[in-house]
């Protein structure tokens, strides 16, 4: 079973516009990492936030921000006023406390044009 | 500047060749992994090393093979019985927790011949 669900594959808005990324994890941890990575197309995976699962304060970043709910086992992302610079691939992944290794979902790609 | 190199950026392979793809770190980690990335997927592991002379097989081992010989340096040979080697293949480290992210190189592009 997937650990990581991420169902919107890819998401096209105008700029300007806020989008939603969806992330809904499964674990059987009390401790567990969420993770959120984003892939332009250069390649490179670069890491926007780790939230921890004691910690379900929302955290805002400039445009960012994350919504992280234990009751639904999700973890999404918003931006706000969308850029064409946003326009990349982004990862939602776990890490459970027992392990070292990271769960990735199959990312969601978000087109943003001009 | 502290990081992650990959090399190189591209890479052919023949019928029946081994490949071997180099993973240069300076952050320090004792952690290092390597995954794999085929177009419109998520990653898949491939393997990991937690410590210096130590791996694990991840998710996708088959057809591959890692030394971890130092802890800088974390290579991946692709073997001739990785019958579907195309792929992006992407480097990454962190400190050995789970709490701890990840760091990513610019990632290999690997393409039959």
């Known amino acids: 079973a997937q650990k990581v669900t991420q169902a919107q594959t890819e998401i096209s808005v105008v700029e300007k516009e806020d989008v939603t990324l969806d992330c809904v994890y499964e674990?059987?941890?009390?401790?567990?990492?969420l993770f959120w990575y984003k892939q332009p197309p250069s390649g490179e995976l670069v890491f926007l936030i780790r939230r921890n699962s004691f910690d379900e304060q929302n955290e805002i970043s400039g445009r960012y921000s994350w919504n992280f709910q234990k009751s639904t086992s999700s973890f999404n992302f918003t931006i706000t006023a969308s850029q064409v610079v946003d326009s990349a691939v982004y990862f939602c992944?776990?890490?459970?406390?027992?392990?070292?290794?990271?769960?990735f979902g199959s990312g969601t790609k978000l087109n943003v044009k001009p | 500047d502290g990081g992650i190199t990959q090399s190189p950026k591209y890479l052919f392979r023949k019928e029946g060749q081994n490949v071997t793809l180099s993973c240069e770190q300076n952050l320090n980690h004792d952690a290092m992994y390597w995954y794999r990335q085929d177009p419109g997927q998520g990653l898949r592991l491939i393997y990991y090393s937690q410590i210096v002379n130590d791996f694990q097989k991840g998710d996708i081992a088959e057809g591959y093979s890692v030394s971890r010989e130092k802890k800088e340096s974390f290579p991946l040979t692709v073997t001739s019985a990785q019958k579907n080697p195309t792929a992006f293949y992407l480097c990454a480290s962190s400190i050995r927790a789970s709490n701890q992210p990840q760091h990513f190189g610019d990632g290999t592009r690997l393409s039959i011949l």
């Open positions: 992944a776990l890490s459970e406390a027992r392990f070292n290794k990271f769960y």
């Open positions: 674990t059987r941890d009390t401790t567990y990492y």
